[in-house]
């Protein structure tokens, strides 16, 4: 009998088994529900402002300087405009796809919380770090010395000369601060900044496709205006291989190789792709949008669509107005398209809009990186610190005993 109690009172004496939270490990997989009470953020964006977040990333850097990285990979102009033409049905299919998953999971984070979701902690926190310090920043900095040398290029057409590179290198600086502090304030802010900065960007596009029906129209009018553009655009087979130049050297078609055929191609699709880049950042904010389920979609499909047909038709513009065999080795194509049609006014106001293209892409990697960083710092990946929001100033008590919302609410 003594025996029986004493091995009751030793099993109810047993100690409790440590809870889950104590026993998984840092990067343990967790589930998705916990991401739904750490990342109640307001919502504020619309179906308008996540189409301006695409369009403003996708419409940058890369179509004023990738036309020349395509260009001299490929044996013509046509060619050319088929690279364009796969490299926006592939970012279209891997949108769509981006798309389906920000439905079914609308979370800050974007393709960390994906990859979290299938594969576990370990690869989303492998995938936060790489794009928080190394991808975004670097599409930034490329972005800023674009804008750098934009603003050269304008110097180095005037009685000054070139600007020397330490000086383009401040200059760089300078704007990718400059962008980052406007960015600091407040999320309505950035959404305001964000859809003026597609407004220029989309005046851009138009005013360089105008630019090329301008001239296809003044050469059917008179033969021998110069307002026509280059003359290769009628005098040539747009499918007709011909020599390019890259990085100083001649790439000869007709006697190259099959493989080396096909790292040319592979080089062209990779430079489109890096131009259609940014299709995936309105993920990144899934959570602070209204009714992602629908808005989403429809804003990434429109999107697609306009960037694809903006960059299809902002190309075939470059070459009606600007030589074949200058556009390979040009890196600033389209200040020298609108140079060709109207002379150097017209050169200096597209690259004051290529600047402003510039300005408005890294204003939207930093509304997009920010919040990657705030939900890599929910999960953990990233210290505490960087999950808050605005800036740790005391906030004032309201009459009614609440505390008074900081209009600095951007991310730390």
């Known amino acids: 009998m003594d025996i029986a109690q004493s091995s009751d009172q030793s099993e109810n004496t047993t100690p409790p088994k440590p809870s889950a939270s104590e026993t998984e490990p840092l990067l343990a997989r967790r589930s998705s ?25 996708q419409i940058g850097s890369g179509i004023f300087a990738s036309p020349a990285q395509v260009d001299h990979n490929v044996p ?9 033409v796969l490299g926006g049905l592939l970012s279209w299919a891997g949108a769509s796809a981006f798309a389906e998953l920000g439905a079914s999971l609308p979370l800050n984070g974007g393709m960390q919380e994906y ?5 576990g902690d370990t690869i989303a926190f492998l995938m936060a770090w790489v794009y928080i310090m190394a991808v975004k920043p670097s599409a930034m900095a490329i972005q800023s010395i674009v804008i750098a040398e934009s603003i050269g290029s304008i110097s180095a057409t005037s009685a000054h000369g070139a600007l020397r590179p330490p000086l383009l290198k401040i200059i760089a600086v300078i704007a990718f601060v400059f962008m980052v502090f406007l960015n600091s304030f407040n999320t309505k802010f950035t959404l ?41 655009w009628y005098s040539k087979n747009w499918f007709q291989t011909r020599s390019t130049t890259s990085y100083g050297r001649t790439v000869d078609w007709t006697s190259m190789g099959a493989w080396d055929r096909y790292g040319h191609y592979c080089a062209a699709i990779y430079g489109g792709l890096w131009a259609y880049d940014g299709w995936d950042n309105a993920n990144i904010v899934a959570s602070e949008i209204q009714d992602p389920g629908r808005a989403l979609p429809k804003a990434i499909k429109a999107a697609m669509v306009v960037v694809l047909v903006s960059f299809e038709l902002v190309n075939v513009a470059y070459y009606i107005l600007v030589p074949w065999d200058k556009l390979s080795s040009n890196n600033a194509v389209a200040v020298a398209a609108a140079t060709s049609l109207l002379g150097r006014p017209a050169g200096i106001a597209v690259t004051l809009l290529v600047v402003v293209s510039c300005a408005g892409s890294i204003t939207s990697n930093v509304f997009a990186v920010g919040r990657l960083t705030m939900a890599a710092s929910q999960r953990h990946y990233l210290p505490a610190f960087f999950s808050k929001r605005g800036l740790p100033m005391r906030r004032q008590p309201e009459e009614n005993g609440n505390f008074t919302s900081s209009n600095f609410d951007a991310p730390v």
């Not at 851009?204 to 001239?215: P, Q, S």
Request: charged content about 10%; cysteine-free; hydrophobic content about 50%.
């Open 33 to 57: 529900s916990e991401s739904d009470t750490t990342q109640q953020l307001p919502k504020l964006l619309t179906t308008r402002h996540a189409f301006a977040v695409l369009v403003t990333l």
């Open 76 to 84: 013509s102009p046509g060619a050319a405009l088929l690279v364009w």
């Open 115 to 119: 990859l979290r979701h299938v594969f």
């Open 192 to 232: 305001r900044l964000s859809d003026s900065f597609t407004v220029f960007k989309l005046s851009t596009v138009v005013l360089i496709v105008l630019g090329g029906l301008v001239a296809v129209i003044a050469h059917l009018a008179d033969s021998h205006t110069s307002l026509s553009g280059s003359s290769d």
